[in-house]
């Protein structure tokens, strides 16, 4: 996908997603001079967002990934519901956060605002339940496999097979159908990410291979 948001110092590009050796390579560039999103705003790096065509509703996502090390990087595995202005908002996310790669940040993001009815013309915004989880190890060194598994009881958060976070708590409003996407970009945050450095250009993350399972009760 080609685009960007205000917290995003990345635009997402084609060039920034290459197959080598059989696996997904996204990579953080500096962007040339004059890189700007469709509203205009300057961006300093190129990025990449893969995104399905398929959605889920309900099932389990696993992908076997070495994520990105980098000051201001993120790198994830990510649910959503995609419709754009969103008139509902659903998301789960596993996020490494490079400047610490270590840490990891599992989110569940919800809409809990008053119903409006489709389409809209201005995006609707969510509710996140953001859970930091020091892993133990460092994901950008080696191949680890990253899940997360959806019902309607609850979502899942698991690493290495073993679950690392639970999130339960508006499971009710957890009900869109949603997309897989792998992505790589640059945070403006440098509370939550790290400020930028001069690696964050330098960022790479790789996935090996990725599966989806739909649920049956």
Known sequence: MTHSWTENLALFSRSA?????????????????????????????LGAEVRSV???????????????RGSAVISSLVTIYTPWPADNWNELDIECLGAKPNDV????????????????????????????VDLGFDPSEDFH??????????????????????????????VLPQNVLMTIWASSSAAWAGAVTAETGTASATYDWIELYRYTP
Do not use: C
């Open 145 to 174: 496999t990253y899940q997360i598994e959806w019902t309607p009881s609850g979502a899942r958060f698991s690493v290495d097979d073993v679950l690392r976070h639970e999130w339960t708590e508006r499971i009710d409003l957890m």
């Open 54 to 68: 398929d959605s889920l509703t309900y099932g389990r996502v696993r992908a076997r990934v070495k994520l990105a």
């Open 17 to 45: 997603a290459t197959i080598e050796r059989g696996q997904l390579v996204l990579r953080l560039t500096p962007a040339p001079q004059g890189t700007a999103d469709s509203s205009g705003a300057a961006k300093s790096f």
């Open 105 to 132: 940040q599992f989110n569940a993001m919800v809409y809990t605002g008053a119903p409006v009815r489709p389409p809209v013309t201005q995006s609707v915004s969510p509710t996140q339940h953001p859970k930091k």
